[in-house]
């Protein structure tokens, strides 16, 4: 994932979302923490700060 603001769609909706995770970014403290805001089922907003980050979304 690129470094910013991304709204991203799952590419399948999930009845149920059991854990969403995302990566912490090291280094410095510019580089800050990526974190997940409004998720639902189908998609989740997301903040990447510094280089970029990783998320996993697990349900079915």
């Known amino acids: ?32 923490n990526n974190y997940v805001d409004n998720l639902t089922t189908t998609k989740m907003w997301t903040v990447c700060d510094g280089g970029g980050g990783y998320w996993i979304a697990i349900g079915y």
């Open 1 to 32: 994932m690129t470094r910013g603001e991304n709204c991203i769609t799952f590419p399948i909706a999930f009845t149920t979302l059991f854990s969403l995770s995302t990566t912490k970014r090291g280094g410095d403290s510019a580089n800050g």
